[in-house]
């Protein structure tokens, strides 16, 4: 069987990922395919306790502590979900995958990116998405879109710290294969039209 494509939206909080993610998945669907959407951290009922812990407001965690809740999430989550599905031929759409970790706990907490990296590949067992959408919008939508929404531990960051993961996205488009970026400060339906033509590119 004809392994599955791995498509990942990344990008930070309130940038739209998730409105986009379902879009894409009606649309993939319409189109034939057998599609999952899922998230991280979480994806799975342990993943999912271990996303409540890392992102509960007021909670005292260390950045080393919270990089490795994300990686022990993400190795269920990839394990238990991402592999089998893609074993078995479907298309997995992820909210977030490594390259967040390397925006929010590299360039946010400054954690060595090269330490980030190791964990990364063993908690994925080395798998790599196909395709990588990184929705990035000017600050200035955070705290409008935020206005009247309950705020996660990482979303009450101040904005040194969002400036210094979005500069993390930005780098690491660069110099990851198959990763593009998307203007997130565009309405809903022009952000789908840049989505659905990055697919027809790599004819997903």
Do not use: W
């Not at 986009?20 to 057998?34: F, M, P, R, T, V």
């Not at 996303?51 to 022990?72: D, K, N």
């Not at 360039?107 to 196909?130: E, F, W």
């Amino acid at each position: 069987m004809k392994k599955g494509k791995f498509i990942v939206l990344e990008g930070p909080d309130r940038c739209g990922k998730s409105t986009q993610a379902k879009l894409l998945l009606n649309y993939l669907i319409e189109q034939g395919n057998d599609v999952i959407l899922t998230r991280e951290p979480g994806g799975t009922p342990t993943a999912e306790r271990m996303r409540q812990i890392v992102l509960e407001p007021g909670l005292e965690i260390t950045p080393m502590a919270e990089l490795f809740l994300y990686e022990a999430s993400r190795a269920q989550h990839t394990q238990e979900k991402i592999l089998p599905a893609l074993k078995a031929g479907k298309t997995v759409l992820c909210e977030r995958y490594t390259m967040s970790t390397c925006a929010y706990q590299g360039y946010g907490r400054g954690i060595d990116l090269k330490t980030i990296q190791t964990l990364n590949r063993i908690a994925t067992l080395g798998t790599v998405p196909d395709l990588t959408l990184v929705f990035l919008m000017s600050d200035k939508y955070f705290t409008e879109r935020g206005e009247y929404l309950f705020s996660d531990r990482l979303e009450q960051e101040d904005l040194a710290f969002r400036q210094k993961m979005r500069q993390g996205y930005l780098d690491m488009i660069a110099r990851t294969p198959n990763a593009y970026l998307v203007d997130a400060d565009k309405n809903i339906a022009d952000i789908q039209t840049q989505v659905r033509e990055l697919l027809k590119k790599y004819q997903i």
